[in-house]
DNA sequence: TAAAAGTTCGCAAACGTTTTCGCAAATAAA
DNA sequence: TTTATTTGCGAAAACGTTTGCGAACTTTTA
């Protein structure tokens, strides 16, 4: 089944069913409706091969994220799939596993018009950026979300990072906390500096000298930042507050914590940046900065698609900023300490 | 850049280089290192939509799934990820929202060879599965996990439900429940019934009778879940035990028991179907009937291959258990009731 | 030594679209 | 009426691959 039994059936020319088709105005409405009332009829379906062969446009775009089990990227990708759907794109998923072979293997593999732009949270080993300039020159837009690339001249959704963290550490000195730790991820991922500097930021505000002790940065095996966790939280000077600035060392802590019978927030109050659903059902519940996810995919997604359609040119640095906002709950409760 | 500019760098026909490139046995091993040497020097890529045109094949599936923002769904990707790199495919994704028109329009925009072939878990609307037959018909494999069609003739990975439904049932009962309640899905998924008929197998076997009054069917909105509960938890005859067989229905019947000041486990203990990787920092921790969604995931997508491969044939009704495994937490803990 | 078989490659026809160009016929302007 | 312009459509050349077939040359077999 294609074109050509199309228009065949029809006594009309391959060239003018494709156009009725594609609702060409050289079309004449009552052709075009035979058209339509035929291709219906015959069950026929586009092949979206040759068309983006001969078009070269895929109506496809890469969302390339560095895990997919975490609330907060699967939220991005709803909303991206939001505007996905209503542009008729076709999504495409890569995960990277904050592995930058692999982000860098995509990257190539992405080279060959596969898609027309990408979507992107860059991986957390990532700390050279030439698999995506190049990718970039080679005409493909990307538009980066959350764990964006300064370096790249381009557009990128992110949160009032340095705005969270600094929120994030004044909440916990308002709730009585003075040793205040700082639980992150690696060091040259964007957000994860930024968060850090709202961190200093806010210390330095309340007259709190930052003491490295109190700082863990976390990789991405579980064990090892319990066991940085645990140490920190066993050492002479605990910390009585800390600020994750990732989900997953809030976790790590509860665990930590349950295990060495440390009560939270009585001795430890814990604020973290989370997309959980269920922060409230948590044992307590815990204080989170979330993150406007699902908007941040829809943004995303919509500014890509300015690019596509020609209403934004390449090379516009633009950042969209969206604001986290604060949740408290028991997990910084203020509590009569001794 | 193409396959032609290659050729005259090389001063070999295209026929040739295509051949080098795809290791055709056809070509001498000198040929193929000084193709492959200048394709790599000129950043060479292959068109995949000019491939897939001549070859009718995509090197693409396509997974859809009734929503991403859940563990479940999202291990399941992961293990379905794994597989297709490790096969150099792609993976589109599609998201119904258990919504039926998007499943039907997503089978029949699949019908054009898009994709070599579709992984898929049915949206809880569906009962009617003509536009999947059709998919079949088409050519396109479909190969099920979790939420089958038991009415067509393919391949689908599920887990054991009707004795995790059995073994959930018998737990509470073990626990001292003798009022258990059904929190469950809509009826006429494959899922819901098994895990339902393992429930009233093992109510039987217990010599409880089925008191329509302790069944919950959930929706998917998520207040009329919770007043649903409520209902049943504020009835005269209130269930002492709770099979949730799914996870939404755990979470609302958590957030019911706050708001109603009822205490997990002593006046309700709950066990429910999940892949949350928090049931542990629950407050209290909940008793799960995990299913081993990475695995599902990956078994998955091996039998998909095993289709295109030619290595099985379609219309073979296949089906692949694997074992969901219940963990005992204080959700379910043996109370001394009053 | 001739025939057969094997090796290495090129020609050209697909694959199913889209689009440029062109050409009639119909309509509008002069 | 003649000359432009518009409207509706068709022929054919792309788009970048893959592959059946055959040519030329080399090696083996009879």
Redesign the interface.
Known sequence: MNIKILAEQLNLSISTVSRALRDSYEISEPTKARVRAMAKQL?Y??????S??RRHR?K?IAVLIPE????FF??V??GI?YIAQEKNY??????THEDVRKEIEFA??L????VDGVLMSVSAETNNYDHLNELMESGVPIVFFDRICESIETSSIITDDFESGFAATEHLFQCGCRRIGFFGLFEHLSISRKRYEGYLAALKKYGINKDDDLIVRSGNDIAANEAAITKVLTSANKPDGAFASIEKMA?AS??VC?RLDIDIPSQLKLISFSN???S??????LTTITQPAYEIGKQAAMQLFRYLEKKLYMNRHEKIVLKSSLIPRQSTKKTHSA
């Open positions: 069950n379906r586009i092949n979206p091969y040759a983006s062969l895929s496809t997919i089990t975490n609330n699967s939220q990708i709803n799939e076709h999504i495409l998923i890569y995960i190539h593999h080279h060959n018009g596969r976790i509860y665990n349950k959980l659903e269920i409230t059902l948590l044992n307590p519940s």
